[in-house]
């Protein structure tokens, strides 16, 4: 039987509960999807659920039992020293004894529900803890006599259908209170001297027709709960899909579909984002790397053949640079841009030799090719010194591709620096 909620708003619960629920599964949420498509009446939580609804639901649970059984022992004391004022010393004395029952009971019970315990010892200090506060306060009433007797024996019955009331407990413990409440009256009825059996009879059955209708009421609230709590699951669930989706189509705008690194555009982003970040101050280089004769690869041995290139040749240029600090693109076609934040001349040089002899190593087949019968790439490297004037992406993007033209027409598979002060640059 479910830990139940005492109202629709508590399946909010606390943020461990809320991170619990980050462990559904297809088969719970399968589950979810059933239950809330039948009838709302018809709605019985089991395994998982089960486990998420009670740990949802058990710290609002734990803290309306802590604050009932707190109360319910403040007041007996208050109620005890009032009579002890206004009522005879004799009646106040009889009283005493049952009366000091209910507080010791109250409060190790509320003890108990301060913090997550097993199932069953929950189980026997609620109701343990509910015979022991009913039994005094009926006693108190059989001790007193008189007046005291009946009125008692009705206030017993009003605090066991508040807590049926307030408590969110499952339906077996609740029936188990309400059947204790019953008991004790017909019994303490059926020996009240000025009460006929029948009479007492009757009383209870009166009483008890309220009970059930109360307990009725409180299965129709954990109902309702239950059924928020699924739809809190469910809208869960479909905001978890919408930005796992959302996700993936941001990731397909900024990622290259062929080659899996990011594109054009998401450099582009990039480049004005490290630019608008002062970057450019510690200074800056990029390379623009473009696969010799490609054209030529993909006439001679086919489109597959050249996409299976672009592929190998994005690995090779990804896994040849610092993944924590450089950023690399397919610029379009058989071009590539990689963008080195912070990197001096040598470094970018460097770097820009080592990604050139890692393709040229890989020897991935390119028979047309007039620089050699293997895939090669020319480099055009262009740099912002920190301590220069500042220029802008597009213009060191442009000052690169320069740099590439003058490799290719230099017999290409081959590295060169862009120099500002060379002819048609």
Same mark, same amino acid.
């Given at each position: 039987?479910?830990?139940?909620?005492?109202?629709?708003?508590?399946?909010?619960?606390?943020?461990?509960?809320?991170?619990?629920?980050?462990?559904?599964?297809?088969?719970?949420?399968?589950?979810?999807?059933?239950?809330?498509?039948?009838?709302?009446?018809?709605?019985?939580?089991?395994?998982?659920?089960?486990?998420?609804?009670?740990?949802?639901?058990?710290?609002?649970?734990?803290?309306? $039992?802590?604050?009932?059984? +707190?109360?319910?022992?403040?007041?007996?004391? !208050?109620? #005890?020293? *009032?009579?002890?004022? @206004? %009522?005879?010393?004799?009646?106040?004395?009889?009283?005493?004894?049952?009366?000091?029952?209910?507080?010791?009971?109250?409060?190790?019970?509320?003890?108990?529900?301060?913090?997550?315990?097993?199932?069953?010892?929950?189980?026997?200090?609620?109701?343990?803890?509910?015979?022991?506060?009913?039994?005094?306060?009926?006693?108190?009433?059989?001790?007193?006599?008189?007046?005291?007797?009946?009125?008692?024996?009705?206030?017993?019955?009003?605090?066991?259908?508040?807590?049926?009331?307030?408590?969110? $407990?499952?339906?077996?413990? +609740?029936?188990?209170?309400?059947?204790?409440? !019953?008991? #004790?009256? *017909?019994?303490?009825? @059926? %020996?009240?001297?000025?009460?006929?059996?029948?009479?007492?009879?009757?009383?209870?059955?009166?009483?008890?027709?309220?009970?059930?209708?109360?307990?009725?009421?409180?299965?129709?609230?954990?109902?309702?709960?239950?059924?928020?709590?699924?739809?809190?699951?469910?809208?869960?669930?479909?905001?978890?899909?919408?930005?796992?989706?959302?996700?993936?189509?941001?990731?397909?705008?900024?990622?290259?579909?062929?080659?899996?690194?990011?594109?054009?555009?998401?450099?582009?982003?990039?480049?004005?984002?490290?630019?608008?970040?002062?970057?450019?101050?510690?200074?800056?280089?990029?390379?623009?790397?473009?696969?010799?004769?490609?054209?030529?690869?993909?006439?001679?041995?086919?489109?597959?053949?050249?996409?299976?290139?672009?592929?190998?040749?994005?690995?090779?240029?990804?896994?040849?640079?610092?993944?924590?600090?450089?950023?690399?693109?397919?610029?379009?076609?058989?071009?590539?841009?990689?963008?080195?934040?912070?990197?001096?001349?040598?470094?970018?040089?460097?770097?820009?030799?080592?990604?050139?002899?890692?393709?040229?190593?890989?020897?991935?087949?390119?028979?047309?090719?007039?620089?050699?019968?293997?895939?090669?790439?020319?480099?055009?490297?262009?740099?912002?010194?920190?301590?220069?004037?500042?220029?802008?992406?597009?213009?060191?993007?442009?000052?690169?591709?320069?740099?590439?033209?003058?490799?290719?027409?230099?017999?290409?598979?081959?590295?060169?620096?862009?120099?500002?002060?060379?002819?048609?640059?």
């Amino acid at each position: 039987m479910d830990m139940e909620e005492n109202t629709a708003s508590a399946s909010r619960g606390s943020p461990s509960a809320q991170m619990q629920l980050r462990t559904e599964n297809p088969a719970t949420m399968a589950e979810v999807a059933r239950l809330l498509a039948g009838r709302t009446r018809d709605i019985r939580l089991t395994g998982e659920l089960r486990r998420l609804f009670r740990e949802r639901s058990w710290p609002r649970t734990a803290k309306i $039992i802590r604050a009932w059984m +707190t109360w319910v022992a403040f007041l007996d004391v !208050l109620t #005890l020293s *009032l009579n002890a004022i @206004l %009522l005879p010393k004799a009646i106040v004395m009889a009283m005493l004894a049952p009366a000091c029952i209910l507080p010791p009971a109250a409060l190790a019970t509320a003890f108990i529900w301060r913090k997550p315990r097993a199932y069953w010892l929950q189980k026997i200090s609620i109701i343990a803890g509910l015979l022991l506060i009913l039994l005094s306060v009926a006693l108190v009433g059989v001790s007193a006599g008189g007046e005291f007797y009946e009125r008692h024996l009705n206030i017993m019955l009003f605090v066991a259908i508040t807590a049926i009331i307030i408590f969110a $407990i499952p339906l077996a413990w +609740t029936v188990t209170v309400a059947a204790i409440a !019953l008991g #004790l009256y *017909l019994v303490f009825q @059926l %020996l009240n001297p000025n009460l006929e059996p029948g009479n007492a009879v009757a009383a209870t059955l009166f009483f008890a027709s309220g009970i059930v209708a109360t307990v009725v009421a409180r299965r129709t609230m954990t109902i309702l709960a239950q059924k928020t709590f699924l739809l809190e699951l469910r809208d869960r669930s479909r905001v978890a899909e919408l930005a796992d989706a959302n996700a993936r189509l941001e990731r397909l705008a900024r990622t290259d579909p062929l080659t899996g690194i990011a594109n054009r555009r998401w450099m582009m982003e990039t480049l004005h984002h490290l630019w608008n970040g002062g970057m450019n101050c510690r200074g800056c280089a990029m390379l623009m790397c473009d696969v010799d004769e490609f054209k030529k690869l993909n006439d001679h041995l086919g489109h597959a053949e050249g996409d299976r290139c672009l592929v190998k040749v994005a690995g090779i240029i990804q896994s040849s640079v610092n993944g924590e600090r450089d950023h690399v693109a397919r610029y379009g076609g058989e071009e590539f841009l990689v963008v080195l934040p912070g990197a001096d001349e040598q470094e970018a040089i460097a770097t820009a030799e080592r990604i050139r002899k890692s393709v040229e190593a890989a020897s991935l087949p390119n028979p047309a090719s007039r620089v050699g019968p293997y895939v090669t790439l020319s480099i055009g490297v262009a740099i912002q010194p920190p301590d220069k004037a500042s220029i802008s992406p597009e213009q060191l993007q442009n000052e690169a591709d320069a740099a590439l033209y003058l490799a290719k027409q230099a017999g290409r598979n081959c590295v060169l620096l862009h120099q500002p002060d060379a002819a048609g640059t």
